[in-house]
């Protein structure tokens, strides 16, 4: 397993508690650090931290980020390309585990922060000791530890750590959130139970995870590459079981990371009552009396183009008698009517126009779902299951 380890007094403490932890047992932890390379102290900071590393005679890795492009919010930029970089480089060493060091007073934070935002139950769960990201799982041991009691701990030790000096500044919601927090506590506001509060509604958030799950099991359907829901049985579930499966219906279909919120969400809700078809998140929703179908928008596809051997949109794998200049794209309105067996396929325009198809020197040699070329052994599969649905209802 990896520790990220920043240098702060959090990730230096998590180092030393891990070590320990790790000693007896069968378990090979490595240390990483991430250089953002945008404070002229972080490359001191990450050397500190391998001196650190190299005292307690486990292996440490620093990487580099040179990725900002000076677009969007940094802190963002910085923490998904710090995500990524250290899942990136913990995959090619076969390493599964990220364990980071956010603590109580973390947790504490993320919740005032996003109350503050006006989040749903999703948000205010705020972060789990134990999230699956893509092949890897992080771990956050320290959720239920004061960041106090973790300085006390290096102090104790004589270890030293680094300060941040972002962590002073007031630009940063987080930072206001720390000192606000700070002045609550004569107010009898403490950390500790903001915490327990966030873990409460962490369980909740799994319950109804669960009970979505159950429900999508009975209405949901995979035809094709899309989802069809039985709009009857939908119709009399919870608004909140309606939406968490709209939401992961959308994510299936499209493959994007994150879902669709807030008022887009809800007119979704409301075009499906009265059987509107609309546009979200990437798909078509379209509603009949007796099924709810979500497929690809057409919109959303018409731009992407895959070589032979690789997938399209993120999940069509498709094969056949491929030569290497062939090109797979969206079959498209306009090349419709050269499928002459489309109709027996059973699927409806909407999808057929979204669905892979593939191109030799600007011609149309297979769209497999819109019956072209299975004869000549041409065929698409949609390589996403039901368990991805069902890890997006449950995972948060
Ligand atoms: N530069 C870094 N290199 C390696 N690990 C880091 C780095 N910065 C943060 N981490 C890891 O992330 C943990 C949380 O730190 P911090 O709160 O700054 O992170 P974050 O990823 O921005 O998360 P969030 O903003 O959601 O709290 C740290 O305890 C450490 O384990």
Not at 26 to 31: D, G, I, K, N, Q
Not at 71 to 86: I, P
Not at 277 to 295: K, S
Request: aromatic share 6%; hydrophobic share 45%.
């Amino acid at each position: 397993m990896a520790v990220a380890v920043s240098g702060g007094s959090d990730s230096t403490a998590l180092l030393l508690g891990l070590k320990d932890w790790a000693q007896g047992r069968e378990v090979s932890l490595y240390a990483v650090t991430v250089d953002h390379g945008l404070r002229a102290a972080a490359a001191h900071e990450a050397e500190a931290v391998a001196q650190l590393c190299a005292e307690l005679a486990l292996p440490h890795h620093c990487l580099e980020w040179q990725g900002w492009d000076g677009q969007g919010n940094l802190s963002d930029a910085a923490r998904r390309a710090r995500y990524d970089l250290m899942a990136d480089w913990a995959l090619s060493h076969d390493i599964h585990d990220l364990v980071l060091g956010h603590t109580q007073n973390d947790q504490a934070e993320t919740l005032v922060m996003r109350l503050a935002r006006g989040a749903g139950l999703d948000g205010l769960a705020g972060m789990g000791a134990r999230t699956a990201r893509g092949a890897m799982t992080l771990h956050r041991p320290l959720l239920g530890v004061s960041r106090e009691s973790l300085r006390a701990y290096l102090r104790r030790r004589d270890i030293g750590w680094a300060d941040d000096p972002s962590n002073e500044d007031p630009q940063y919601a987080r930072v206001r959130t720390r000192a606000a927090l700070s002045a609550l506590e004569s107010a009898g506001v403490e950390v500790e139970a903001l915490a327990k509060v966030a873990g409460y509604l962490r369980e909740a958030r799994a319950t109804i995870g669960h009970v979505a799950q159950e429900a999508a099991e009975r209405l949901v359907q995979f035809d094709a590459g899309d989802l069809v829901i039985d709009a009857q049985a939908w119709g009399e579930e919870r608004r909140d079981i309606q939406r968490r499966i709209l939401q992961a219906a959308l994510r299936w279909v499209s493959g994007h990371g994150y879902p669709a919120r807030g008022a887009a969400v809800e007119a979704l809700l409301e075009a499906l009552q009265r059987e509107e078809a609309m546009t979200l998140h990437g798909c078509r929703n379209i509603p009949r009396r007796d099924y709810i179908r979500i497929t690809r928008e057409w919109a959303a596809v018409a731009d992407l183009e895959a070589c032979p051997g690789t997938l399209w949109d993120g999940r069509w794998q498709v094969s056949g008698p491929f030569e290497p200049e062939d090109r797979i794209r969206a079959l498209g309105e306009a090349s419709l009517s050269l499928c002459p067996d489309r109709r027996q396929a059973g699927y409806p325009a909407a999808s057929l126009i979204a669905s892979p198809a593939v191109w030799r020197d600007g011609q149309l040699i297979a769209a497999p779902l819109a019956g072209l070329g299975q004869s000549e052994g041409w065929s698409a599969e949609c390589l996403r299951s039901r368990r991805d649905l069902n890890d997006t209802l449950l995972s948060h």
